[in-house]
């Protein structure tokens, strides 16, 4: 299973991207895993604005169904629509395949979340 | 042992003995002794098949049916034909005796009979999308607000009042307990309040229900509300008559965004109200909210076309707590009538029973005004049935009815303050001959 | 033979007809004499023109491609998959039931009323429960309203804040759900590994907040909950209400009551206990049996009986009101009667029991090659975890495939989900010796493939009209009625 | 040459009949109307250049400070979210690697910007060292387009394009999502002349939207567009180092006289051994101004004598526009680096005078 450094990682299983004072928001390899083959992504409306925890959308695998939550508070400045017609882009390199770029609220936010080493760890006991 | 259980007294002991155990009782040792019943139920006791026959044709006979009454009966659940084909290949054990489709390998009968099912529901009712079915015409229309709400993340549901009242009933019970504000929208001359209604619509609302043809038979201006709603962003939820659709333009090309309905006028028995199946149809938009099974067309191994259950990540069994439905069955054998049902009439024969409602609806219409027996309460375009007033409470004549072997209309007095007003369903089933019997059967009565 | 390929709409021609109505007997109006140009369709409906022995064949045709109880064994578990009695069929479509039309006068529907009278008091005697709605058209449906009950006495008392339901990590999936919709929360708690629910952990979840706790008896793992007293007292003090899941009643007929373990209210699903038949999925019935506490929030109308009359009962001040248009799956219920009449006393305990000996008899056969605990009394059903020793990459999907070569219908798989490549099996009582011992004999030999022969289990089904199914695609490239077919 | 790579405003340049010429493996603008005019169309009022060749590294992540902080020679840790450091990446003997700018996006957020020639190199270099640290560092060079407006007007005409008052961004600084002509941009007080002004980076399908409309606006202030030639005439003038002259793998900051730029008191980084090593030890070479008192124009790499021994090398040598003498920097033995010391610079065999002094021929016009 991938983990790829430099990223901040949620408990439920996404990845963070800082970007200067924005931040890119996709689900780590682990999850992308778990789900299996991923068929559709639920994503946000640019601009909808989401506090840390809440769901920003669903990932829908054969199997399963899960929400994806919003691991920092933000703004939606853009989405990933070419996940709409290739869901299985999140299969094929989970880091790449964001879901959607948001506006960082509050950077102190990305303190409280998990860099690769403790994710790494964090999966381990899973 | 009873004839439902195959084995025989020794084969018992035999597989008692096969397991180490001796007396049956040792199977139930895991049952705390202050559980155990320790007597026989208070249960009649085993009938032959003989005993058993008599006793359901007693209790079937002490009920008068709609074939021993000429029935203009309908609100809600209607006496249409039903040919005998329906019931002969519906009630084929391969369909009847298997369980729901998750081994798609062994129940291909079952799930293309689901995919037919729903290209012929889009058909009729002109969506993209339609699931597998869910219990009723109320249950749709519950599923459907709730799917609206969940769609719009707004918590607001307007329903008309012409919408009938067993679905608002049921409406009422599923908001309580979610926690959607069910708004009513009043009615005028028979039909929803357009006015009232786009007062009522904001960026609160989620969406409206409405019903064409209405509980008074009344066809609806579906484009008017579509437009309204649409304007506020929100849904158009259309509740319809499945066989009204083969000559009503369909609420998908005016604008609605989900459409249910009542689906037993589709091959299926009036069986004292169920089960009956509630049809859903959405736009390709919503697929992803549509609550129930759907079944999908794919490939098998060897590249043939094959049919499996789909869309099943949204189904409550995976979804757990994050469920906006609870949904498990579809109505299998319900919708196997229906489609049945449609293919067996056909493109043209669908047509041909929605015309001669029509043309027969008229007929008694104008037949009780010419004898002066009762007036027309609305006048609207209507499908096959409508509301008429009469000289006398509803309850009294229908009394007086049903001793010359009429089931009367229904009492729009129950529902809404509406006296001496009846609602009357006239289906293909009904004869000139019936009609006119029913005309002079009235008119002794008054 | 070879394969039917069909759909209706590819048989469909220009002019066939299976179909025709009596010339109109009244004025032939034209439709836009009628309604309103605007109103009516511009667009036929495409429904197919096919004729009368075109249907015939189809029908016959595609229903030949479904594995189904009358033609062989189907040990589903939790589902219930026994004999559907064709003296239920033949009540049901009896004029007398099937022709009724729910808006009659009550004194037309007598035999009716008398009937669903009847089943309420039945199911209450099996149960020992109080009092017994018919209305909830599911199981999950019964669920819904068993759980809008809690919610509506709680909140007749003033208890706005019980709004917990609690649920073992065993439980169904629809449990949950059904908790969310009537916007309830769950509470998880652990269950060991006989599927028992971990006591302290009951202990530690229950509180001001508990609305109830919702349990099946025996376990989701077909083992009777022991501590089912325990649990009652547990939650009863904690000021909440214990609700049953009827799944597995089957396996108790006779010998013991929901009603007599503390559970306040619970659901049936005729479809699994009372022989009605699944259908191809549903229709189903869920009938919901309360307590005293409870009978005042029941949903209208109730049947109630006045001197030798039957007639419906709306006058329910507290009531939920409706879950469904009517009365209920009343075709439905005409079957489960049926039931219970031909059953009788002794029936329902002897089917209570041969169930139990069977799914015992067939585990026992099972356990040398399965993953089942030893020395283990079952109920009804048994979970194994699998085979014991498989070749690298065979699972519970690729085994229950592989039986479906052997002509069997597989057992549930990975449920529940606390059981790893769960194998869930129940035979019912409605199978006998020779079919138990085929069966095992066949789950044996596919233990040997498993280790020697993989292949055999991974490319099964190898007979079946058609193989595995890419349901990736299926989801993906959604293709959900005829009309999107074409567009490929 | 075909493989050269080419700026998203290589047509503009060559509509504008701009003389192209080969640079760090860029088909680049060397001048329009000529080195003189855009020099001084610099220095008097506002030029504009076209950089995008600089390769840009995004480097973010939980350790992003840490690890630029260990990969730079400057106190990284004293910059503030908002500012640009100049500093330099050495290797572990304290030769250079590249000089760069540090600027730091965000609390875990760095951006850097390197020289065109180098990014191949340096790519590979950070993120071989970024390998010990916890940070995603890619090189996103591809994704940006830079601008460079330079001189006493550059904000004035600047100002005309944005609603943001750009007196809030003060030297060194910079500010992202900046609108110009309606383009989100990022834009620093920063520069490579000696004059005031601003660098630009943006996307690169919007640069040459960027580029017309910032000359378009600057007109009445004869804003010019300025190529390389001035470009490095202006840097040279005003000693700005220049890799490949003044500072290379061979060379470290010290002996360039940029030891102002290394912060040897703070946390470990690449090469400071070396460098405080060096620094104790004191310095072998030096870097020196001088000017060419008999005719000829010294050119990078002419060895320079004193008294028939090689001393050192021409680093940069100009006919400088403005100060109009011939002068040039050079790396030489310390002993002959105080002022007035005098040498010979060999110019194609020939020995011709020279004499230090002082490096600082153009006093900068930064905007402080």
Redesign the interface.
Known sequence: MKVQSGLYYSEDHEWVRVDGKTAYIGISDFAQHELG?I??VELPDEDDEFDKGDSLGAI?S?KAASDILIPVSGRVIEINDELDDA??KVNNDAYDAWLIKVELKDDAELEGLMNAEAYEAFIESE | ??R????SEK??V???K??G?EK?DE??????E????GR????????T?LE??R?????????????D?T?F?G???Y?H?I?T?V???A???????????Y????????L??I??Y???I???TGMD??N??V?????AAAEAA?MTCAAKKRDKLLVSSTV?P??R??L???F????IELIEVPMKDGETDYDALAEMTDKTVAGALIQSPNFFGV?ENIKKVSETMKESKALTIVSVDPIS??????PG?LGADIVIG?GQALGN???????Y?GFMAVTDKL?RKVPG??????????G?????L??Q?RE???????????????????I?KA??Y????????????A??S???A??LRNLLMEKGLAEPVFDK?YFKEFAMKFTKPVAEI??AL?ESGF?GG?DLNSRYPMPNTMLIAVT?KR???E?DAFVKALEVIK | MKHY?K???EVSKPG??????PT??????S?DE???E?????E???????S?MD??R???N??????????GF?P?GS?T?????K?N???A?????????????EN?????L??MYELSD?LA??SGMDKVTLQP?????G??TG??LI?AYHENRGDHQRTKIIVPDSA???N????????ME?IEIPSDHQGNVDMDALRGAVGEDTAGLMLTNPSTLG??E?N??DIAEVVHDAGGLLYYDGANMNA??????PG??GFDVMHYNLHKTF?T?????????GPVGVKDILVPFL?VPMIAKEADTYLFDYDKPLT?????????????L?RAF?Y????????????G??A???A??LM?QMMDLYQIPEEM?CKHEFVAAGLKEAAEGVTTLDV??RI?DYGY??PTIYFPLIVHEALMVEPT?????E?LDDFGKVMKQIAHEAKDEPELLK?A?HQ?????????????D????????LKE | MDDLKRTPLHQTHVDAGAKMVPFAGWDMPVQYKGLVPEHEAVRNRAGLFDVSHMGEVDVDGPEALAFVDYLVVGNVKALEPGKVLYSMMCYENGGIVDDLLVYRRAEHSFLLVINAGNIEKDDAWIIEQAKKFDVYARNRSEDYAQLAIQGPLAQGVLQKLTDLDLDTIGFFEFKENVEIAGQSALVSRTGYTGEDGFEIYTSPDVATKLWTEILEAGKNEGTEPAGLGARDTLRFEATLPLYGHEIDKDVTPLEAGLGFFVFLDGDDFIGKEALLKQKSEGLELKLVGFELLDKGIPRQGYNIFHNGDVIGKVTTGYKAPTVGKVIGLALVDIEYTKLDTEFEVDIRGKKKKAVVISKRFYTKKYKK
């Open positions: 083959d068929v559709y829908e054969v869901p299985e | 042992m009873h439902y259980i195959p084995n084969d018992r035999d597989m008692l096969a397991i155990k049956i199977l139930f040792t895991d049952i705390p202050q559980f155990r019943l026989d139920l208070d249960l009649e006791a085993t009938k098949e058993l026959d006793l359901m044709k007693s209790l079937a006979a002490k009920n008068k049916n709609i074939d009454l029935c009966l609100a809600g659940a006496d034909f040919p084909v019931n002969h290949l009630g084929r054990s391969e369909f009847y005796t298997a369980y729901t489709p081994q798609p390998e062994i129940s291909q009968g079952t293309q009979n995919f037919e729903q290209s012929l889009c058909e009729l999308v339609s597998a079915s219990y009723d015409g109320a249950h709730v009938h067993e679905i009933q049921v009422k019970t599923y309580r307990f979610r926690g066809v659709l083969a000559v009503l333009e369909p090309k009542e028995d009036v069986a004292l109200g169920g089960p199946f697929v099974r759907i079944c999908g067309q794919s490939l098998d191994e060897d043939k076309r094959a049919f499996v789909t869309l990540a409550q069994h995976i979804r757990r707590f994050k469920a906006t439905s609870n949904i498990c069955t579809n109505q299998g054998l319900m196997l489609a049945i449609m293919n067996t009439v056909g493109k043209e024969g669908l047509k041909d029973v015309i001669q029509m043309q027969k008229r007929y375009p229908n009394e049903l089931l229904f293909e004869t000139k001959a009609m | 390929e759909l209706i709409f066939r007809k299976a179909f025709h109505l109109i007997d009244v004025d032939d109006l439709l009628m309604l309103p605007d109103l009516i369709r511009k036929d409906a495409e429904l197919p023109e096919v009368e249907i015939v189809h029908y016959t595609i229903s030949q491609k479904n594995y189904s109880i009358d033609k189907y589903l589902c998959m026994k004999y559907n009695p003296a069929e033949d009540a479509s009896n004029p007398g039931f099937k022709n009724l039309h729910p808006y009659q006068p037309t529907i007598q035999g009716a008398e009937l039945m005697e099996i058209a599911a199981g999950a449906q669920e819904l759980l809008m919610k169904h999936g629809t949950p759900a059904t908790a969310a919709v009537v916007g769950i083992l009777f022991k089912i007293g108790i007929m006779g010998q013991c009551r007599d373990m022989s038949p699944h259908g191809g999925g549903g229709p189903g019935a949903p939920i009101g409706k879950v469904k248009s009517f009365y209920g799956n009343f075709n439905i005409v049926t219970i009449k031909a059953m009788g006393r002794e029936g329902i305990k002897e089917a029991e041969t139990v000996l069977n015992n008899y026992h009394l229950a495939k479906i219908h597989p009582e409605t199978e006998s010796k079919t490319n089904p079946t009209p058609v193989r595995r199914i890419d349901e990736v695609r299926a989801a993906r959604l293709i959900l009625k005829y009309k999107d077919s």
